[in-house]
């Protein structure tokens, strides 16, 4: 028999800020990826560079320049609405996906892209109609919705979706 007493917090899962139970999100504004720990992801945690809210249950915009990091490097789900400024459908969906955003962070974050600036990017993804949602899990696509959708479509699609990164 042992008769070493288990060392406090020997469990992996038991300890604060483990690599084990943190997801990393990245920074909308500057890019950076940080390490939120799970249980923490509602505090209003800031990103270490430029201390902006990490996930802040708003939309943000996504450009070229930041897709593929934004997709391939956060741990938690990401839909992308895929836009254009000309378009009404697109913009009579707009507050329906702002409340989206706010309902389900901070377990599925929610960003726009605009197909006239970046349209390497809807042609990349196959972008025929919008506007087009996107789910992303992984760095990977999982789900594909084209047409707007009022509040209780967008929550239902997005819900049934992916799996909130809570």
Not at 15 to 43: F, I, M, Q, W, Y
Request: hydrophobic share 40%; proline share 8%; with cysteine.
């Amino acid at each position: 028999m042992d008769s070493r007493a288990a060392a406090p917090n020997s469990d992996p899962a038991s300890r604060k800020g483990s690599h084990e139970d943190a997801v990393r999100a990245v920074c909308a504004r500057c890019g950076t990826t940080n390490r939120v720990p799970r249980a923490r992801l509602g505090d209003g945690a800031k990103c270490g560079n430029c201390k902006e809210l990490l996930l802040s249950g708003k939309p943000f915009e996504l450009s070229k320049a930041t897709f593929d990091r934004q997709i391939g490097t956060t741990d938690l789900p990401l839909v992308v609405d895929f836009w254009a400024p000309w378009c009404g459908p697109c913009r009579m969906m707009a507050p329906a996906y702002e409340q989206a955003a706010a309902q389900l962070a901070p377990g599925v974050r929610l960003a726009k892209l605009n197909t006239e600036d970046e349209p390497e990017l809807a042609a990349r993804f196959g972008i025929r109609g919008i506007p087009t949602l996107i789910a992303f899990e992984n760095g990977h696509e999982v789900a594909r919705q084209s047409g707007a959708l009022d509040l209780p479509r967008l929550l239902a699609w997005i819900k049934s979706n992916v799996q909130p990164g809570l």
